[in-house]
């Protein structure tokens, strides 16, 4: 099992465009997460998703979307990036149970210019 | 709301001396208590969390409601033990609320 993978490693983007990041979780887990991580922070929590459904939302502008798909991966969408949106974006996986862990991807790392 | 205090951003030990990482936590109802590592160009992963009560890589860590801290403790640190630790709690939405981290340096 390669864990959760995320893609891409790396992205550098203008100011305005928009970004779509994306995750597969470890195989037999339904639950993803995101988190946005800035330099010299710890991780903030975005969206978590379970089902397919929205479970929770942190207090992230609507540029900010996500989705799951029918296979549990997932997309991160950001429009209109901001110089701030620059951040490391990971990804979290888990059974989706209340006592479960979540186990982290490696995170796509956003430069914006 | 579910917030985390770790007070050190660095901190420096030499190899076998004792290491104590602070996590202090406000949160109205019964939290669940973690604790994460990051080793240089490695993935966020899960070192300890206070449901079970074990100790990884020498590590451990107790929960203390009354102080609300869930402090990582280590009586001999060693080089390898240099990363970032982050201390994390997961309230009844599920989601997880770090703090800021803690970078270690374990001085040869």
């Known amino acids: 099992d390669a864990g959760v993978t995320q893609s891409p490693t790396h992205l550098i983007k203008t100011r305005g465009q928009h970004v779509t990041l994306r995750c597969s979780p470890i195989?037999?887990?339904?639950?993803v997460s995101w988190y946005q991580q800035v330099l010299g922070q710890g991780p903030q929590f975005i969206f978590q998703?379970?089902?397919?459904?929205?479970?929770g939302r942190g207090n992230f502008p609507d540029r900010f979307s996500a989705r799951q798909f029918p296979n549990y991966s997932s997309e991160l969408n950001v429009n209109a990036l901001l110089l701030g949106d620059s951040a490391l974006y990971l990804c979290?996986?888990?059974?989706?149970?209340?006592?479960?862990?979540?186990?982290f991807g490696p995170g796509t790392r956003l430069t914006v210019l | 709301a579910q917030r985390v205090t770790q007070p050190e951003k660095l901190l420096s030990v030499f190899k076998g001396a004792p290491v104590e990482l602070k996590c202090n936590y406000s949160y109205s109802g019964s939290p669940e208590l973690f604790w994460y590592v990051q080793y240089s160009r490695q993935r966020l992963q899960l070192l300890l969390r206070h449901i079970s009560r074990e100790s990884i890589k020498g590590f451990t860590a107790d929960l203390n409601k009354g102080e609300t801290s869930f402090h990582l403790k280590k009586p001999f640190a060693q080089e390898e033990d240099s990363a970032m630790y982050y201390c994390?709690?997961?309230?009844?939405?599920?989601?997880?609320?770090f703090g800021k981290g803690n970078q270690v340096v374990v001085i040869p």
């Open positions: 195989s037999g887990h339904k639950s």
């Open positions: 979290a996986s888990s059974s989706g149970q209340p006592t479960d862990t979540q186990y």
């Open positions: 998703y379970y089902e397919k459904e929205e479970r």
């Open positions: 994390a709690l997961k309230g009844r939405n599920n989601r997880l609320a």
